[in-house]
T-cell receptor, first 115, second 111 residues
């Protein structure tokens, strides 16, 4: 079975540009999580969807970040405009079960570099 | 105070020895605890989860939970070079599945 799929795997962009990260969760999973990982701050939860509805977006750093989940098999994380401090690895994870389930399965991540 | 704390390491362990990793958490209401392994440049992968006080064994890995003292630990027996990675402790907050991760402990197994 395919795991969590993320695209692109690598993204290099210039400051001020719009960046869109994409995620396809594991089929049948009803919870989706977006994380950001940096050396300084570790792994941080940005936003969490359950049944396509945003449940907790308290980790979204600022208005430049937005996330959508239009259906159960697709989610996007958008940064507009991007800044060098947004450079990080962005992971998408999904899980199943009641109230988000227990085991979160991570995608391979998108390595973002903003110049 | 961070919600989930781990020693950053690196923890150097001779091949064949036991690696002991510790994690403390601040939310007394936490009910579920997870250990993830992350190789350099890769994504986290779940090793074990534990819900009840005591020990839980899976192969060479043993998770230990003490809710009264608010700590969870991971033991890796017969450590192998392939165990060299960063180990992330995660605690489930609330009832919606949100995980709070620690900063991770880097383990280096030396031949």
């Amino acid at each position: 079975d395919a795991g969590v799929i993320q695209s692109p795997r690598h993204e290099v962009t210039e400051m001020g540009q719009e960046v869109t990260l994409r995620c396809k969760p594991i089929s049948g999973h009803n919870s989706l999580f977006w994380y950001r990982q940096t050396m300084m701050r570790g792994l941080e939860l940005l936003i969490y969807f359950n049944n396509n509805v945003p449940i907790d977006d308290s980790g979204m750093p600022e208005d430049r970040f937005s996330a959508k989940m239009p259906n159960a098999s697709f989610s996007t994380l958008k940064i507009q405009p991007s800044e060098p401090r947004d450079s990080a690895v962005y992971f998408c994870a999904s899980s199943s079960g009641l109230a988000g389930g227990e085991t979160q399965y991570f995608g391979p991540g998108t390595r973002l570099l903003v110049l | 105070q961070k919600e989930v704390e781990q020693n950053s390491g690196p923890l150097s362990v001779p091949e064949g020895a036991i690696a002991s990793l510790n994690c403390t958490y601040s939310d007394r209401g936490s009910q579920s605890f997870f250990w993830y392994r992350q190789y350099s440049g890769k994504s986290p992968e779940l090793i074990m989860f534990i819900y009840s006080n005591g020990d839980k064994e899976d192969g060479r890995f043993t998770a230990q939970l003490n809710k009264a003292s608010q700590y969870v630990s991971l033991l890796i027996r017969d450590s192998q070079p392939s165990d060299s990675a960063t180990y992330l402790c995660a605690v489930k907050l609330g009832s919606w599945g949100k995980l709070q991760f620690g900063a991770g402990t880097q383990v280096v197994v030396t031949p």
